[in-house]
């Protein structure tokens, strides 16, 4: 008896969920907001699995870093490491302001009004772009010298 009433609960309460998002997307004048927002979620999304492989080739260099013997080769890995922990820093520091902004317009609406919603969800979707390049060309310089290292 349990397990259904549980069960319907769960399916009201994401369908209410659901809901708000898709009456939030139909208005026209929201509209615009919402793609946006959508926008910066997909390439969060995109970053966000990266977050493993930095770790991992930042952790790499950091473990070749004292037996590197050629200068250039030393400061490039080190600047790899220092763009891999931007990056990571970055999109940690992103999450903790962005966080609450990820599923709904509502609390930007509640504090601000559609054109500065527009632009702030602009700003942040070129930070999100940012730390998404920095990421990925972290991973790469760092997966280059860890591969010439292991030659």
Not at 76 to 102: R, S, V
Request: charged share 30%; glycine share 6%; hydrophobic share 40%.
């Amino acid at each position: 008896m349990r397990i259904p009433f549980l069960f319907c609960l769960a399916f009201i309460v994401m369908q209410s969920c659901s809901s708000s998002s898709n009456s939030e997307s139909q208005d026209p004048e929201w509209q615009a907001a919402e793609q946006l927002r959508e926008g910066m979620i997909t390439i969060h999304d995109e970053v966000m699995p990266l977050m493993g492989k930095m770790n991992k080739v930042s952790r790499g260099l950091e473990k070749q870093l004292k037996n590197i013997e050629d200068e250039t080769v030393k400061a490039n890995a080190a600047a790899a490491i220092d763009m891999l922990e931007k990056g990571h820093e970055g999109m940690m520091d992103w999450m903790n302001k962005n966080g609450p902004h990820f599923r709904s317009l509502k609390k930007l609406k509640g504090t601000m009004n559609r054109e500065e919603v527009i632009a702030y969800l602009k700003k942040e979707t070129e930070e999100m772009k940012a730390i998404d390049v920095m990421s990925r060309e972290g991973i790469e310089k760092g997966q280059a010298i860890l591969d010439q290292l292991s030659k």
